[in-house]
């Protein structure tokens, strides 16, 4: 849309109208990136088995899942971001030319030699930092002038690292798209809406694209943990259980009066029973003198 709905005329490299295509091109990759990742780790988790010798309580089993979950969750960034950083930083150390030309720029002085110049984005070159960016602009065509920036959108060195530091805010405004959309000759051939702010959990309508890959772009996980499921494959062959519990008055009265009786008739049995051996050791003991 944006690279068929823009001017014929010729635009300058950093116009967002020339820029804009690559940058979301550059977007849809992260999706996609993350997408996969997230599906491929998926498979990997599900194959996974929970395997206890006893039946796991309830609560216990509960925290130990959602330990697992937040590990696979952390493990899965991790690596993810990993990748990324070690492509971000090759690409840097290196100095890699970019496709758009928009770090270096080349200018052949004769038939055999051809120089490279860096650009600047502000008071940043190219050749000392590869982040270096700035509000991605529109030019007047005629004069060359910024007529206007569009918000939370850069250009730089690289499309991803500037794409990295910019956010999305103009798109949950329906002033700043229709602002931007203005510019663009044929701009009433597509009807487009606004992002909508209420569904934001984790994020903000100024978060960077960098916050939201660092999450893999994942706005809100959501865990299930079925324990009757675990149960009924763990089909235990006896269940045991114990609770505590306070004694009421009536119950603890009833027991003393049970203990008292008890005693009691443990006395009737034994007292006649010890006076009777304690009369016939008397009798022995008057016999003998």
Sequence with gaps: YLYN?????????????????????ALTAFCQ???????????????????????????????????????????????????????????Q??????????????????DDYVYTYSYSYGNCSCASSATCAYGCPIYDSNNSKVIF???????????IEALLQSNLQCFYNKTCINQVQSYFTYYLSMNLTTLDSSLLVRFSMNSTMEELVDALMVEEWN?????????????????????????????????????????????????????RIMRRKKKVTRSET
């Design 5 to 25: 709905a823009r001017p014929k005329t010729n635009l300058n490299g950093k116009d967002f109208r020339a820029a804009g295509p690559f940058i979301f091109q």
């Design 33 to 91: 990136l993350s997408n996969q990742t997230i599906a491929n780790r998926l498979i990997q988790f599900y194959s996974s088995q929970y395997v206890s010798a006893f039946v796991t309580p309830l609560q216990l089993f509960q925290s130990q899942t959602q330990a697992f979950v937040s590990q696979f969750i952390s493990s899965m960034t991790n690596d993810f971001l990993l990748s990324l950083l070690t492509i971000r930083k090759t690409t």
């Design 93 to 110: 150390s290196n100095s890699l030319f970019s496709g758009r030309q928009t770090n270096y720029y080349l200018i052949s002085q004769s």
């Design 149 to 159: 920036t569009v918000p939370g959108i850069y250009i730089g060195c690289y499309v």
């Design 223 to 275: 865990s299930s943990i079925i324990y009757d499921g675990y149960y009924n494959e763990c089909q235990p062959s006896k269940c045991s259980y114990s609770y505590q519990t306070k004694n009421d008055a009536i119950y603890i009265l009833t027991t003393v009066i049970g203990l008292v009786g008890g005693l009691i008739t443990v006395l009737k049995m034994t007292i006649p029973r010890l006076i």
